[in-house]
């Protein structure tokens, strides 16, 4: 499985070396986050080795939700070259996501 769960130690080095990333912050006890969760696994399988798909779990990281300014969950965000140029907050259809994916390969 393509799917990374992101620890702060890493979350640089992973994103950094990505060419694009999608990282999803949740939490488990967020019943949004639980909709969201198999489109993000989805979303790791269809395009391994073409963009890092990530995960969060702010209530273990709460460095890097604050880093971010995650406000509410699910909030995803997409890198480029470690550099955040996009987010989507809440439970999106696929193609919220897919679009944003495709459009910066």
């Known amino acids: 499985m393509a799917l990374k769960h992101l620890k702060t130690a890493e ?8 060419p694009l990333a999608m990282v999803d912050f949740w ?7 639980k909709m969201l969760s198999p489109l993000v696994e989805a979303l790791a ?3 391994d080795g073409k963009a890092l798909v990530a ?6 990281e709460p460095d ?7 406000m509410s969950i699910p909030t995803v965000v997409f890198l480029k070259n470690g550099r955040e140029f996009d987010r989507k907050v809440g439970v999106m259809p696929p193609d919220a996501f897919i679009s944003v994916l495709d459009k910066n390969l």
């Open 11 to 18: 979350f640089d080095a992973a994103v950094e070396t990505a």
């Open 27 to 33: 939490a488990s006890w967020c019943g949004p986050c």
């Open 45 to 47: 399988e269809q395009y």
């Open 55 to 60: 995960k969060v779990n702010v209530d273990e």
């Open 64 to 70: 890097l939700a604050a880093r971010f300014g995650v």
